[in-house]
């Protein structure tokens, strides 16, 4: 089977990339892995002949013997020789992924043997990967693929330092515990190497399928939790299935004893009504299925702009339907078997009697479902009340910045091969001419967008003449970044053009690193070393949301780009008004600098914050639409068992309305059935609620699980709900006439 090989502190933390010199010693190395390949993820500036321009893409450099380890084939041609991947090799080839080759060249087979250009060097396309695959990394789309052995020609860094990622193919009897054992070895001799890398580090070995369990660990309980919310709905729906089933088998109940006494077998009349059901089953999953491709076809159709080169394919995929029809027919089958074995079971003598379905309990049977189904209803409104009270903080959340009327695009540099003094004139070009563009208020440049980037950089911030010291983001920004950004200075001064790459080192810090470095002192005048070198603190920012909308807050120093150069930049325009054409003039104004340069964002900065909040918005509808289907289902559910009781409980109810009981008293008296189940339901539900709830703490940007006004609301809701239903039983219940029973 296939491992993934990664590097871990032996305390703990996530595991992570390991330099290529590692793995060049790794797969040296007798560990167990019949064979070891690697990839490592570049940006791709891509332009294609005839095209109108360059273009952004996600590119990976990978090992010659890559798609061999993982299995992969070509769609068209051919992949990597193993001379091909050696430097020197020959000519710069490439792979392209099928929904590149598709979406660029229409899936024309005559690309083979042309050439595109990549990163300002020509290649050669030499084939196309089987459809579907896009590299071994979950989620990932990558769209070329390209020897290992030309990464310095396209990327920054020597090939040994480069980071990749690495996957291998067992050797038959081996097994991923064996390798963690066998590169033991391998680790003291790296530790004598280089020591100060390796000891307190480690490999990793997980299988592929495990091996990036850390990074999807909030998002996997973020899915359990929606998978709950969908159990709790299958759980109202089989209950349903089982009351109604109960009451058809007691209106068949004369049926199937009249059936049995002219000689009709047990067995055959089982088969029947397992038949009737499954017949039921079968046109519900229907049903469902239509909407479950209309929903997906409704998701492919969002645009969504991502820093990352995630897959944005949506569809029902063929396991999980085929999952859920099992699934349903199984949960189906066993909820309608018992309501089948009892219509069978009955006797003539007993039907005759009127005594079948008379007993209490087969009520009693009912009336759990119901209190299953209505505490099921309260997980589900819990829930989806958490997730929209969440969202409707973070559209009203402080950032720390305003993204309102502010454009972003971003440039990359460094893909380009600029040279620093050559990148300095770009950017000092492209700030200068944006700010004469119509309409452009401020503008500024920034290596780092909030909660729209990655940060580039990071390192260890301290105070010299103290004991503070913390690990921070270090953000490399132009003069006017503050005031196009929105983000508030709230001592000492912005960065003016005085702070050049001859003047002294400045620095501006925002609270949280102020409140670690000097607590309690004033930091503005202060000197702090980055990275072991010292600046001056001319300016306190205030506290903002960087990575994400839940995180607390983080320490983050600024630095001028004069002093600081960045080759990878985002120009910030501060519109008013915001125009639908701006991106359009950015393009333009970035060809007429540099024509082979892509844009790798451009769009509204606001936009970009909104797309952030599309799963958890699609999240909340998901749980909105299966709250009000249980609410619903939980409402149907009380209704068939009052009205069902009432039914059978006219002659009883008759005869006391005409002893003297008031139309009042009956309507109470049922509606106090109704509501007991009710509140035995939210007994259940609402402790159920915030266990569930608890596991999606992390995306409820700070709401409290066990928020007060959300459990209340939902019971609230329930109980109104369960009023309604018990209420129209109710009132038939008065109508009685004692004269017709």
């Given amino acids: 089977g296939l491992v993934e090989v990664r590097v871990a502190n032996r305390g703990g933390g996530s595991p992570r990339l390991m330099p290529f010199s590692t793995f060049d010693a790794l797969r040296k190395a007798d560990v167990g892995i019949d064979e070891l390949a690697a990839g490592s993820q570049f940006p791709a500036s891509i332009s294609v002949g005839g095209s109108s321009g360059p273009e952004m893409a996600a590119g990976v450099t990978v090992t010659a013997n890559y798609f061999s380890v993982v299995g992969a084939r070509p769609a068209l041609g051919r992949f990597f020789s193993k001379e091909e991947g050696l430097p ?6 490439v792979v392209l992924s099928h929904r590149y080759w598709v979406r660029s060249f229409g899936g024309d087979p005559g690309v083979l043997g042309t050439s595109i250009v990549i990163n300002r060097r020509s290649f050669v396309i030499i084939g196309v990967a089987e459809e579907g695959f896009h590299g071994h990394l979950p989620l990932y789309d990558y769209s070329l693929f390209v020897p290992m052995a030309l990464r310095e020609s396209l990327a920054r860094g020597s090939l040994p330092e480069s980071r990749v990622a690495t996957v291998g193919r067992l050797t038959r009897g081996s097994s991923p515990e064996r390798v963690r054992v066998s590169t033991a070895a391998l680790v003291e001799e790296l530790r004598g190497v280089s020591p100060a890398d390796w000891v307190s580090s480690t490999f990793v070995v997980e299988p592929h399928t495990d091996s990036y369990q850390e990074s999807r660990g909030p998002l996997s309980l973020f899915h359990g939790f929606l998978l709950a919310l969908s159990a709790c709905v299958l759980l109202i729906a089989c209950a349903n299935i089982a009351s109604l089933l109960l009451s058809r088998a007691l209106a068949r109940a004369h049926e199937m004893a009249l059936r049995r006494a002219i000689g009709a077998g047990r067995r055959r009349l089982l ?3 397992l038949v ?5 089953l079968a046109a519900g999953s229907g049903v469902g299925f239509v909407l479950a491709f209309g929903i997906t076809e409704w998701l492919g159709g969002i645009d969504i702009t991502l820093d990352a080169p995630l897959m944005g394919e949506y569809g029902p995929d063929g396991r999980v339907l085929l999952v859920s029809w099992v699934l349903t027919a199984v949960v189906g089958t066993a909820f309608g078997l018992a309501p089948a074995l009892r219509a069978v079971g009955t006797d003539l003598a007993s039907v005759l009697r009127d005594q079948q379905g008379q007993g209490p309990g087969r009520n009693r049977i009912r009336k759990a479902f119901v209190v299953v189904q209505v505490a099921a209803s309260v997980v589900l409104l819990v829930g989806s009340g958490l997730l929209f009270q969440a969202l409707s903080k973070a559209e009203s959340m402080d950032l720390g910045f305003d993204p309102e009327g502010v454009h972003v695009a971003t440039v990359n540099l460094e893909i380009q091969k600029y040279s620093e003094e050559e990148g300095r004139i770009f950017f000092g070009n492209l700030l200068q001419q944006a700010k004469r563009l119509p309409g452009v208020r401020s503008a500024a440049l920034t290596d780092f967008v909030s909660l729209a980037s990655p940060p580039q950089r990071a ?10 010291e913390a690990f921070g983001g270090i953000f490399s920004v132009s003069p006017g970044f503050f005031l196009t950004s929105g983000t508030e200075i709230q001592r000492g001064r912005p960065f003016h053009q005085g702070d050049g790459r001859s003047s002294e080192p400045v620095a501006i810090i925002n609270r949280k690193a102020a409140e670690m470095l000097w607590p309690g002192e004033e930091a503005v005048g202060k000197t702090i070393e980055i990275e072991g070198e010292p600046s001056t603190v001319v300016g306190v920012a205030g506290n903002a949301k960087y990575i994400s909308m839940g995180e ?15 080759a990878t930049n985002s120009l910030l325009l501060k519109v008013d008004p915001p125009g639908r054409d701006m ?3 950015i393009q333009e104004l970035v ?19 909104r797309n952030q909040l599309i799963p958890r918005r699609l999240a909340g509808l998901f749980a909105g639409g299966l709250g009000a289907m249980g609410l619903f289902l939980a409402a149907v559910g009380l209704f068939g068992v009052l009205a069902s009781t009432v039914i059978h409980k006219s002659p009883e109810l008759a005869i006391r309305m005409a002893l003297g009981a008031s139309p009042g008293a009956v309507r109470r008296s049922v509606l106090r059935q109704g509501l007991g189940l009710v509140v035995l339901g939210l007994c259940m539900g609402l402790p159920l609620s915030v266990v569930t709830s608890i596991t999606i703490r992390g995306f409820l940007f700070g709401l409290d699980p066990m928020n007060p006004a959300t459990l209340f609301g939902a019971g609230l809701l329930m109980t109104a709900v369960g009023f309604l239903a018990s209420y129209l039983p109710a009132l038939r219940a008065t109508r009685l006439d004692p004269s017709m029973s």
Avoid: C, K, W
Avoid at 88 to 93: C, E, F, L, T, Y
């Fill in 88 to 93: 020197g090799g020959g000519q710069p080839v």
């Fill in 271 to 273: 088969s029947q009504l």
């Fill in 276 to 280: 009737e059901t499954l017949l039921m």
């Fill in 459 to 468: 390192g260890r911030l301290s105070n010299p003449e103290g004991d503070g």
């Fill in 552 to 566: 607390s807050p983080l320490v983050v120093v600024f630095r001028p780009q004069a002093q600081l150069y960045a």
């Fill in 583 to 585: 991106p359009r003039r």
């Fill in 591 to 609: 060809r007429s600098l540099d024509p082979d340069i892509p844009l790798s964002a451009n769009e509204a900065h606001a936009r970009l914050l």
